[in-house]
């Protein structure tokens, strides 16, 4: 088992920056890759980021390229997504999750989850 804490998340006005943490426990060298994804309300769950631990690649959805940078420090176990720039359209409760396989960007291909953090982006 793989256990995910976030933090982070906060009120924020457009324009501005946050840096969301998430803190991997448990059987972490089981994960080849960690992801965010992020969820409005009364919308679906969406991917927002990804990064495979060993190579470091990352993987975006368009929305947030040139803004959000995906970054994982291997000796603290944390996976961090660097906002900048933010939009009231990123406003939504931000979920970091980690997957064991080589397959990313669906929620699907990823086993573990956090509880969430929150990111209000005001206008």
């Known amino acids: 088992q793989v256990q995910l804490v976030e933090s982070g998340g906060q009120l924020v006005q457009a324009g501005g920056s946050l840096r969301l943490s998430c803190v991997a426990s448990?059987?972490?060298?089981?994960?080849?890759?960690m992801g965010w994804f992020r969820q409005a309300p009364g919308k679906e769950r969406e991917f927002v980021a990804d990064i495979t631990r060993n190579s470091g690649s990352t993987y975006y959805t368009d929305s947030v390229k040139g803004r959000f940078t995906i970054s994982y420090d291997n000796a603290k176990n944390t996976v961090y997504l660097q906002m900048n720039s933010l939009k009231p359209e990123d406003t939504a409760v931000y979920y970091c999750?980690?997957?064991?396989?080589?397959?990313?960007?669906?929620?699907?291909?990823?086993?573990?989850w956090g509880q969430g953090t929150q990111v209000t982006v005001s206008s």
């Open positions: 999750a980690a997957r064991s396989g080589i397959l990313r960007g669906s929620s699907i291909r990823y086993a573990y």
């Open positions: 448990g059987r972490t060298f089981s994960t080849y890759g």
